[in-house]
């Protein structure tokens, strides 16, 4: 893809090799990796989550898994750092972007207002109806993973989590099925509207098998 508009297609962010001026460069900012610059400039709101990378999916570069998403509102007061109002270093006339809050979970099927950040909003955020798409892309930020895990590798009672397109759920897995994971998942931790999660009798959540797009451990949740 051209990087720096969006033309309406399906794109994916990852490693391979591309002609000269058409790399993202990545800056380390505490634990995760941000874009230099606004990418697929002229995205609207939905769009872009329809993708994943609102709330984010997974990513493969080099061996390495991240979760690549946008940057959440809370997020923005420090994580351009003490370089905030370096032209150079982030490319703020380059376009404004989607932000990540709470309200974003909200579901995907009328215009709204969604935050954004950029230019005259260095280190802050606005609001823009969901729908508007000049001038305005995709900054995207890397999270990294634990190592994949494949269904046939985890255990029942296990603390994993998977992430689908555009969410994730943690938990204890109950059963393995062919077609289905079930768990028993963490209080508060249920995406508000994902097709590739079932709720269940008793709390419990069946996750479309075929949807999963990553697996990892959940050592830090795991109560």
């Keep these: 893809m051209d990087p720096w508009q969006y033309h309406g297609r399906p794109f994916a962010i990852g ?13 380390k900012s505490g634990p995760f990796w941000v874009s230099s610059r606004t990418l ?7 769009d872009l989550n329809r993708l994943g990378f ?12 991240y979760l690549c998403r946008s940057i959440r509102v809370s997020e923005l007061p420090w994580i ?25 979970e909200l579901p995907d099927d009328a215009e ?31 999270e990294e993973l634990g190592p994949a895990l494949t269904p046939e590798e985890l255990t029942t009672g296990q603390a994993v989590t998977l992430y689908g397109l555009g969410g994730s759920v ?13 768990l028993d998942p963490w209080p ?13 009798r008793g709390g419990l959540v069946a996750v479309n098998r075929s949807a999963i797009l990553h697996i990892e451990d959940n050592k830090k949740e795991d109560k």
Excluded at 54 to 65: A, F, K, L, T
């Design 112 to 142: 709204d207002f969604r935050p954004a950040s950029g230019f005259i909003f260095m280190g802050k955020s606005t609001t823009v109806k969901s729908t508007h798409h000049a001038g305005i892309g995709f900054r995207p930020v890397l």
């Design 40 to 46: 697929c400039l002229n995205i609207n709101w939905h």
């Design 170 to 182: 943690s938990g204890r897995l109950v059963e393995v099925y062919d077609y289905d994971l079930v």
């Design 80 to 104: 351009f750092g003490a370089d905030l109002h370096d032209e150079e270093t982030w490319n703020w006339a380059k376009g404004y972007f989607w932000c990540w809050d709470d309200a974003s």
């Design 15 to 27: 490693y391979a090799e591309v002609s000269t001026g058409n790399s993202i460069n990545w800056i």
């Design 54 to 65: 609102i709330s984010g999916r997974p990513v493969m570069i080099g061996n390495q898994p």
């Design 188 to 200: 508060g931790k249920l995406p508000q509207k994902r097709p590739w999660l079932m709720t269940m």
